[in-house]
């Protein structure tokens, strides 16, 4: 059994232990993803990309930093990013999949 706790994360991530592992999906069950071109703690994934990869975004009130993630500003909406990468889920996952992963080498699965 895994000894160590689940990491600290914002009322809109669900933390999943699987095969000793902490898996990271948003609350309906989507996995989390970073893009590789988001090199400035800015999300370059917007318009087309964004609706292949919807941005997660924090939900009204919620605190701007918990542990290892902060909320970014996107339009009039903010952004989650865990250590400085804004996150994002698949459109093609359905809860519990992971086909994004590794994805035109871009598209990096949310790993802890």
Request: aromatic letters at 10%.
């Amino acid at each position: 059994m895994n000894e160590t706790l689940p990491p600290t994360t914002p009322a809109d991530i669900s933390v999943f232990e699987d095969r000793g592992a902490y898996v990271l999906r948003n609350q309906e069950g989507l996995a989390l993803y970073t893009y590789d071109l988001d090199v400035d703690g800015r999300s370059h994934c917007t318009n087309k990309c964004a609706e292949t990869w919807p941005p997660v975004l924090a939900s009204e009130g919620a605190s701007t930093v918990v542990g290892d993630w902060k909320s970014i500003q996107r339009g009039a909406a903010r952004q989650w990013s865990y250590r400085g990468k804004p996150v994002y889920t698949y459109s093609k996952d359905a809860p519990g999949e992971t086909k994004g992963d590794g994805l035109d080498g871009k598209w990096r699965l949310v790993s802890i």
